[in-house]
């Protein structure tokens, strides 16, 4: 299957500092998601990017589906610590294929107040 | 209020005793999956649903089986557990087509 390596693995940063993370593929996407998931929850779907160059927001966050369609990045503004936790990119090749879905290994984020 | 809902939270168990971990929605969502969460490995996934009655395997499915006798059910069983199945499982559901999964809160299954 296609590998996905997202980065940094983890972020220590102080609160109101801006963060960016990414997501490379081996192979073209055509759907790429990032997920935030707490301490004791499941993944909850942040941004979902449908198109090449798709830049969409939520809120303070930022995600954006990379031009060679091999990336994806999120930005997250001035941090607040309830920010902390991972955050998975998930990616496929196979558009209308839900199960071709795969995810990054995630990047933990801790911010300190 | 829409969600995907697992049971139980969290299990300890032994080697070789059966158990079922229940996943349930109400979104009515045609497709449901089951991965595993391991330090350092990210989410695999076990098994899926395209619809009632279509089930397949995913990357990692030895020691596991799955039922889809209805829309909104998806139990995840266990026939003989074993320590290395030992980890953190998610349940999830999502619409056709888009690629968006909704996960439940997860089950913590510890096998001695």
């Known amino acids: 299957g296609q590998q996905l390596n997202q980065s940094p693995q983890s972020m220590f940063i102080q609160e109101g500092e801006d963060v960016s993370m990414n997501c490379t593929s081996s192979s073209i996407f055509n759907t790429w998601l990032w997920y935030k998931q707490e301490p004791g929850e499941g993944p909850v779907l942040l941004i979902a990017l449908y198109k090449a160059g798709e830049l969409t927001s939520n809120g303070r966050l930022t995600a954006q589906f990379g031009i060679t369609r091999k990336d994806s990045f999120l930005n997250i503004s001035a941090s607040i610590p309830s920010d902390v936790g991972i955050y998975f990119c998930a990616g496929r090749a196979e558009l209308y294929n839900n199960n071709d879905m795969r995810f990054g290994a995630g990047t933990r984020l801790t911010v300190k107040p | 209020e829409a969600q995907v809902t697992q049971n139980p939270r969290y299990l300890i168990t032994v080697t070789g005793k059966k158990l079922t971990v229940t996943c349930s929605q109400n979104m009515n969502h045609e497709y449901m999956s089951w991965y595993r969460q391991d330090p350092g490995l990210g989410l695999r996934q076990i098994y899926y649903?395209?619809?009632?009655?279509?089930?397949d395997k995913g990357d990692v499915p030895e020691g596991y089986k799955v039922s889809r006798k209805e829309k909104r059910n998806f139990p995840l069983i266990l026939e003989s557990p074993s320590p290395n199945q030992t980890s953190l499982y998610f349940c999830?559901?999502?619409?056709?087509?888009?690629?968006?999964?909704?996960f439940g809160p997860g089950t913590r299954l510890t096998v001695t």
């Open positions: 649903s395209m619809n009632v009655e279509v089930t």
């Open positions: 999830a559901s999502g619409p056709p087509g888009l690629g968006e999964q909704y």
